[in-house]
Structures are given as C-alpha cells and as structure tokens.
C-alpha cells in the first residue's frame, strides 16, 4: 500500500502544479493580463486549501474511511479541474460585462475565491488525508509530514516541467485537464485496490476504472475539442471568433463582425483591420512628426501594424523605419487576414522588422543608433509587461537614442470634462516621470492624452498653423488631421486647463521595481468599474503602509506576549509568518522576471515549480535527519536566521539590479530560478520542523493540519497584500527589508521561548 499511496502524492502533486498553471494562465486572460493579480490568485488556492488542510486533518474521524475520503477527494478534483476553466470562461457572461471590459480588484478577488475554491479545498484535504494514512502504514515519529510533502512536491516538480515546455506548447486547455481525469483515477485506483478493506476495495476500484474509463473516452470521442470551442464561444458572448490560440505571450484572440476584425491580446482590444481606428492612428503619428519638421528614422515599440506603419511610410523624408514586436505570433495572427494596409505596411522596404523585447532593443541600439521620434504602441501601464515602457529606467534609455531634437511619444488614458482622483494620478505620475528625464515635456489633452517628451528645450513646436503648413508641403494625406482638427487639439487653454487639473495630485514617479504608474492605472480602472470600492486605493496610498506596519507591530508584540501562557504561539507565528513572507519573496521574484524579460504567461508554471523543487528539497532534508522537538526548535531558529539574511540579499540583488532591470540579460534567467528554489528551499524546511515541534507526541492529524493551515492562511494574505498595494506603494528593495524584519521577530521568539 505505501508504494500504491506514493504514487498517488506524486500524481497529486503533478495534477495540483498543472491544474495551477493553466487557470492561473486563464486567469491571467480574464484579468486583462494583469499579472498583480497572479497573488491574489495564489492567494485564494493557498486559503482553500488551508480549509481543505484543517478539515482534513478531523474528518472523517474513523481511520477506516480516511483512505476512501482521499481517493474520494483526488477524483472530485480531477472533475473539479475542467469546470474550473469552462467557469473562468464563462465569469463575464455570469457576471453580466462585455469581453472588452477588464475585471476590477474587488471582481478579481470574488472570481478567485470561487473559482480556486474546489481545486484548493481538494488539493488541501488530499494532503492532510494522505498525512494520516502514512501515519497508520509507518507509525507516528514526526515523518509524515515531511515525506508526504516531498513525495508530492516531487510529483509538483515534474510537472510543473512537464506543463510549462510540453503541454501548453501542444494541448489546449480542456485536452490537458483531460489528461488529468485519465491519469488521476488510474492512481486512485492503484490505491483502492491496495486498501486492505475488503469490502470497500471492489466498489472504490470499481468507480475509478469507470472514471478512468470515461475520461478516455471523452478524449478519444473528441470531447474535449469540442467544449474548448464552447467555452470560447461562451467567452465571448456568441461572438464570431476566427483564432484563439496562447502564445508565450499572451492570449490572441480574433473576432470578425461587420466585414471588421478586431485582434485582442489577453481580451483587451489591440488592433483593427480593414479599416483602422483613425482618430488615433493620425493622431499619435502625424502629430509628433509634423512637431518634429524633418523625421528621418522612426523607432516604433509595439502595436505598429494596421495603421500606424502606414501613417508613417507616408512621409517622404523618412528613411528608415524600425518596428519592435516582442510577439511573433501576434504579428503573424494579423497577416493571416485580408489587409491591403498591412500587406503594404509590412512590404515597404524603409521598415526594418525586429522579433524581440522593445527594452532590449533600446537597449542594445545605444550608441549605433539615434531617432528623431520614437512612438510607443501601448496604451497606458496597465500590467508589468506594459509598465515596463512608463518607468523612470526606460525614458533614461529611450533618452540616449534620441537625436537633439528627437520626440518620444506615448499616451495615457485622459478627459476632456473632468480629472477624478485616479485619473489625475495616472497623468501626474507620467507626468513626473517624464520629467525626471526630460527638458521638454508637451500634451496634448482628450481622451487619450498625447505626451510628447523630447531632451530639447527647443523641441516640440504644437502651433495648429505651422503643423498644418508642413502637412501641405508635404503632401500628405489624411482623412482626419486638418487646420480646423488642429486648432481644436492643440488649443493652448486645453492645455492649461489639463495642468491646472492633474495639480492637486501628489503622484509619484513611476519606475522599474517600484511600479506607481501600473498602481494608480489598476485604481483608475477599479474605480470605473466598482464605485463602491472607489477609496480604497486612495486610503490604502496615504494610510496603507503605516496600518501594515502597525499590524505586523501588534501581532508580533502580542505572540512575546502569549507565548508563556500558549506554548503553540512561537511556532504557529514563524510558520504563518514563513508562509507570508515566502508568498511575497515568490511574488517579487515572479515580478521581478516579468520586468526584466515580459512573458511570465509562459514561464509562470516553471517559476512556481521552482519554488516548489526548493520546498521539496528543503522538507527531504529535515525528513532524513530526523526531528526531536529540541532539535527541530534548534534547527527552526536557524531557518528563520538564514530566512531573513537571505531577505536582505534579495534586497541587494534587486537593487544592484534596479537600473536597467527591463532588459534582463542571459544571467537573469537562471538567478530567479535559484532565488525561488531558495526560498522555497527555507519553506520546505520549517514545515515539517514546525508540525515536529507542534506535534510533542500527539497524532500527527492534530499537529499537522494546523500549522499546514497557518502556512497557507499566511500565504493568502501575503498574496492579498503583495500584490496590489504593498509592492507599488513601498517597491520591492524596502519590501524585502520590511519580510527580513519580519523573520528576524521569529528568530528572537524561538530564541526567547529557547532560553525560558
């Protein structure tokens, strides 16, 4: 039975890092490819399963139904997987929002509860049950714990490989999740014809063979197929959709309707082609360009096809365009549709096509090459990978490969009637930033504000009258842009009325490990979408970081306080504290990647599995040397140590790093896996020391459902409070002191309890 039940934590830890993967990655597409919201997404599987850890540790209470109870829950959880995708898919129809519409904080938070909650709840469960069957084949002795947490994470770190290089690259969602339903039962069935109840073996092989055989059968009758179309269908209302396909990425969607299609990326809209959406194609090139007088070479960072490269090949002067797209796929997507403009675009022989990371490219252009105008294809910094173009950092690059009178043009989101709080934080923020770099700074305002930023005090003559004249000496023609079009864009009181609005912002300048911009762009977009939480980022911004600072001040006073009289509190405040400070160290590591390189949609399953490769390694060696409550107090102090010296190395690697951190090179790669392993690695080693210590000879379902539910209670709220306030607000450098400080408080509280 031990190898039967071996097979099944690897089975379960393999099914636990794929289902993981994949609705993160189906979150992701929801969410609008925010990838803050990837804590609170781990946030809510790491709370469900506490849930699932402490019901599992007391029911069912007869040791002879704990074996049915945990093939019970890894089979309901194999069915649990594909309802979860088709719910993800189908959470705007339920919810009642067009597929255009990005998800608000408090949406995002409510979707995660309830969609993590059966995998999670499951997941959890299954762990504890399996820690008490182990228990009853090996006898009591503080190991289960510990080799039940590494037979799983090894099951976690296969597949977490297995997902992030095979299935994602091959399989849709629904044909993964139905390898899953076939693999599952087959190991609960290794397992049911292993239990030594006689009576219960025949029915429980009985239901997974059946199960096992269902789940072929809905992959062979092509099934599975068939409902990923359904779920796509569903996602996008009834929509016609041409494409849908992952790339490494992003999600690229195609939608056809009215002889238009309409591309979204992580369903936003990105593109549209035939006929482009002219007010912004003019606008963003001609009026730069005519600013400029004499554009020669043109850089143009993302969102360039369908309109834009057209615009402006239309300039006789310009001589060399150079168009940056990090996704191939997205640009092979559009090329796939009938477009005159696009085949013209992409056939002009001036544009110089570039397949890479536009922050690499600037990068590596300086000093061989210089632009006079530089355009900036995303909208506004809306997630990581689009912050990455709003920061501090990247205005310095872009401001070396300017020539003297060279223009960076980009935009963020405005009004023409009235600046709320958030939106005058957006603008003032882009505002500040630009000017830390720049000596010229010019807007022009709507509902899209145009900034035009150039390191000349000379640059950027916006007189209607003179654009207007250079347009016609040019010849060039347009279907929007005209003397009357000028005058009413440019006019000088917009302008002063615009400043005069954004004034009353205190917002901050906005950079690479301190992501401002992305926060109040995420409040901006909370606050159109639920009214009702409008002041909470406002609130959160001024009083924020001091309420944390306080709060983690009282819980640590109050656990110096109780430990006399609740010998459980040092070690249940360490093991809670590990698993908020861990979550946060993966958090900041998982950004800290996306900034540097931009597709943590693809690598996210082997960033978590590196994680969790260090857990097991951690657990594997406290599991072989064996624990005594003396020396597991001993060697948890040392891990709390070791914890919070290794918080004050990320904060030195991250601001050795800081500088130019969104152009990662070959070194990065490589560094974060190591980091996460190592957090990962102090994780795996406190649990089992902590449920040793908590044990003190009682079973181990008492002592281990406990603290595996304060790890992962911990994990959530580090989730919850990483993501979306305390990483933007304090940056990643102080948050990593504030995590070192935090441990440091368990060190002295084991040591303290040590010497009483």
Same mark, same amino acid.
């Given at each position: 039975m031990t190898a039967s039940l071996v097979i099944l934590l690897f089975v379960t830890g393999l099914s636990g890092i794929v289902a993981q $993967?994949?609705?993160?990655?189906?979150?992701?597409?929801?969410?609008?490819?925010?990838?803050?919201?990837?804590?609170?997404?781990?946030?809510? =599987?790491?709370? =469900?399963?506490?849930?699932?850890?402490?019901?599992?540790?007391r029911w069912p209470r007869r040791d002879s139904r704990v074996v049915p109870a945990l093939i019970a829950a890894d089979l309901i959880f194999s069915l649990a997987f594909p309802a979860g995708i088709y719910c993800i898919r189908a959470l705007k129809v339920l919810s009642g929002l067009t597929p255009e519409v990005a998800l608000g904080i408090t949406n995002i938070f409510f979707a995660s509860m309830a969609v993590f909650l059966p995998v999670g709840l499951l997941h959890g469960f299954a762990f504890t049950t399996s820690c008490r069957v182990y228990e009853k084949l090996k006898g009591p002795g503080g190991q289960a714990p510990g080799r039940v947490y590494f037979y799983e994470m090894v099951g976690t770190i296969a597949g977490g490989i297995l997902v992030s290089y095979v299935l994602i690259a091959w399989l849709h969602s629904f044909r993964i999740a139905g390898l899953i339903l076939i693999i599952m039962p087959l190991a609960c069935l290794a397992m049911a014809l292993s239990t030594t109840a006689a009576g219960g073996r025949k029915f429980l092989a009985g239901l997974c063979l059946a199960a096992a055989l269902?789940?072929?059968?809905?992959?062979?009758?092509?099934?599975?197929?068939?409902?990923?179309?359904?779920?796509?269908? /569903? &996602?996008?209302?009834?929509?016609?959709?041409?494409?849908?396909?992952?790339?490494?990425? &992003?999600n690229i969607a195609v939608v056809r309707g009215m002889g238009q299609y309409t591309f979204f990326t992580d369903g936003l809209p990105s593109a549209t082609i035939p006929v482009p959406d002219i007010t912004r194609v003019e606008e963003i090139v001609h009026i730069p360009l005519l600013a400029h007088g004499t554009p020669r070479d043109i850089l143009i960072l993302h969102g360039g096809a369908g309109g834009v490269i057209g615009e402006v090949m239309k300039y006789?002067?310009?001589? #060399?365009?150079?168009?940056?797209?990090?996704?191939?796929?997205?640009?092979?997507?559009?090329?796939?549709?009938?477009?005159? +403009?696009?085949?013209?675009?992409?056939?002009?022989?001036?544009?110089?096509?570039?397949?890479?990371?536009?922050?690499?490219?600037?990068?590596?252009?300086?000093?061989?090459?210089?632009?006079?105008?530089?355009?900036?294809? +995303?909208?506004?910094?809306? /997630?990581? &990978?689009?912050?990455?173009?709003? /920061?501090?950092?990247?205005?310095?690059?872009?401001?070396?490969?300017?020539?003297?009178?060279?223009?960076?043009?980009?935009?963020?989101p405005g009004s023409l009637a009235y600046y709320d709080r958030e939106l005058r934080?957006?603008?003032?923020?882009?505002?500040?930033?630009?000017?830390?770099?720049f000596r010229r700074i010019a807007v022009v305002p709507g509902e899209e504000n145009i900034f035009l930023a150039s390191p000349s005090v000379k640059a950027i003559d916006l007189s209607a009258e003179k654009l207007t004249g250079r347009l016609k000496e040019y010849g060039i023609p347009t279907r929007l842009i005209s003397l009357s079009h000028l005058v009413y864009r440019l006019d000088g009181e917009k302008a002063k009325w615009f400043h005069h609005a954004i004034e009353p912002s205190r917002a901050g300048v906005n950079s690479d490990l301190a992501p401002k911009g992305l926060y109040y762009t995420i409040a901006f977009a909370n606050a159109l979408h639920t009214t009702s939480m409008k002041g909470l980022f406002a609130i959160a911004e001024r009083r924020g970081v001091a309420f944390f600072l306080i709060a983690a001040a009282a819980i640590a006073?109050?656990?110096?306080? +109780?430990?006399? #009289?609740?010998?459980?509190?040092?070690?249940?405040?360490?093991?809670?504290? $590990?698993?908020?400070?861990?979550?946060?160290?993966?958090?900041?590591?998982?950004?800290?990647? &996306?900034?540097?390189?931009?597709?943590?949609?693809?690598?996210?399953g082997m960033l978590i599995t590196m994680l969790m490769a260090g857990m097991a390694a951690g657990s594997m060696a406290v599991a072989r040397r064996g624990t005594t409550p003396a020396g597991a107090s001993k060697a948890l102090?040392?891990?709390?140590?070791?914890?919070?010296?290794?918080?004050?190395?990320?904060?030195?690697?991250? $601001?050795?790093?800081?500088?130019?951190?969104?152009?990662?090179?070959?070194?990065?790669?490589?560094?974060?896996?190591?980091?996460?392993?190592?957090?990962?690695?102090?994780?795996?080693?406190?649990?089992?020391?902590?449920?040793?210590i908590h044990e003190e000879g009682q079973p181990a379902r008492r002592s281990v459902g406990p603290v595996y539910a304060g790890d992962l209670v911990g994990g959530f709220l580090g989730g919850i409070a990483g993501s979306f306030f305390l990483?933007?607000?304090?940056?990643? $450098?102080?948050?990593?002191?504030?995590?070192?400080?935090v441990k440091a408080c368990g060190f002295l509280l084991m040591l303290s309890g040590r010497k009483k």
């Open positions: $993967t994949v609705l993160i990655r189906e979150s992701l597409i929801l969410f609008g490819g925010n990838e803050l919201s990837i804590g609170v997404i781990i946030g809510a =599987w790491v709370l =469900w399963e506490a849930v699932g850890a402490y019901v599992g540790g269902g789940s072929a059968l809905f992959m062979a009758s092509g099934l599975a197929d068939r409902l990923q179309w359904q779920s796509i269908r /569903t &996602q996008w209302h009834g929509r016609e959709v041409v494409s849908y396909e992952n790339s490494p990425y &992003q006789p002067m310009v001589r #060399r365009v150079d168009y940056v797209e990090m996704d191939p796929a997205y640009l092979a997507t559009i090329v796939r549709y009938p477009s005159e +403009l696009v085949r013209s675009e992409l056939g002009d022989p001036r544009l110089m096509l570039h397949y890479t990371d536009g922050r690499r490219f600037v990068k590596e252009s300086y000093p061989a090459r210089r632009y006079d105008v530089v355009l900036l294809g +995303l909208a506004s910094p809306g /997630t990581l &990978q689009a912050n990455r173009f709003f /920061t501090v950092e990247f205005f310095q690059e872009i401001e070396r490969i300017l020539t003297d009178g060279g223009i960076l043009v980009f935009t963020v934080d957006i603008n003032m923020s882009a505002m500040a930033t630009a000017r830390h770099v006073a109050g656990a110096f306080l +109780l430990k006399g #009289r609740y010998r459980s509190i040092p070690v249940l405040f360490v093991i809670s504290t $590990t698993g908020f400070v861990v979550m946060l160290l993966e958090l900041s590591i998982i950004f800290v990647f &996306q900034v540097m390189y931009g597709y943590v949609f693809h690598e996210i102090m040392a891990a709390e140590a070791s914890l919070a010296l290794f918080c004050l190395l990320l904060l030195f690697l991250f $601001t050795l790093v800081g500088h130019g951190a969104g152009a990662g090179g070959p070194w990065g790669r490589p560094l974060i896996f190591a980091l996460l392993f190592v957090a990962g690695f102090f994780a795996g080693m406190e649990f089992p020391l902590a449920a040793a990483f933007p607000l304090l940056g990643l $450098t102080m948050s990593c002191l504030l995590f070192g400080a």
